[in-house]
């Protein structure tokens, strides 16, 4: 059986995605959790207000801000390349 697993050390992140990632970890996690409870909101207040395209629209917002907040808070704790980085400080 063939084992398809990426090994530690195997893949690695370009140099765009690294310096994205060095620009937006500079972001507090809890400005994504904000975004998401505001967008509930607004959204809430739009269909309260019969405006229900946008409600919908609005609401669909809160996952993406959760994942992308997830996502800041592993690249802060792991960085974009944990195993590059630890090779190359010699751990």
């Known amino acids: 059986m063939t084992d398809y697993r990426v ?3 195997e893949a690695t ?3 765009f995605t ?5 620009v937006t970890a500079q972001i507090p996690s809890s400005i994504f959790l904000a975004a998401a409870i505001a967008s509930i909101i607004v959204s809430l207040g739009l269909k ?4 229900d395209h946008g409600a919908l629209f609005v609401g669909q917002w809160p996952a993406p801000f959760l994942i ?6 592993l690249i802060k704790q792991h960085g974009s ?4 980085a630890g090779e190359a400080s010699g751990i």
């Open 7 to 9: 090994a530690k050390g």
């Open 13 to 15: 992140e370009d140099q």
């Open 18 to 22: 690294a310096a994205i990632e060095k």
């Open 48 to 51: 309260a207000a019969k405006k």
């Open 68 to 73: 992308l907040g997830l996502y800041n808070k």
């Open 81 to 84: 390349d944990a195993v590059a």
